[in-house]
């Protein structure tokens, strides 16, 4: 069974920024995609960014250029950076692999 767990999440204001963390196990690391969904208040769950093997990233629309995506294969770790914060990013955000792996979520506020 795939394990995934997510950290990093907390309250931050307009502007700043939070790195969050997923950390794998049982899980071949290397040759995974890795994926970050957020999930706010009464939406649907929206995918972010992902993270190929080879390294290759891509990002939705409203976080490119505020949010990256990176892995420690090592650590098995895949970190999202997320700078110039805003209220809309406020969310619960999941990790998760192929298979229908998730982890139990982060929570992110974003206020003032």
């Known amino acids: 069974q795939v394990q995934l767990v997510e950290s990093g999440g907390g309250l931050v204001q307009p502007g700043g920024s939070l790195r969050l963390s997923c950390a794998a196990s049982r899980i071949n690391f290397s040759f995974a995609t890795i994926r970050w969904y957020r999930q706010a208040p009464g939406k649907e769950r929206e995918l972010v960014a992902a993270?190929?093997?080879?390294?290759?990233?891509n990002y939705a629309d409203s976080v490119k250029g505020r949010f990256t995506i990176s892995r420690d294969n090592v650590k098995r770790t895949v970190y999202l950076q997320m700078d110039s914060l805003k209220l809309e990013d406020t969310a619960i955000y999941y990790c998760n692999t192929p298979g229908d792996n998730w982890g139990q979520g982060t929570q992110v506020t974003v206020s003032s």
């Open positions: 993270i190929f093997s080879g390294g290759n990233t």
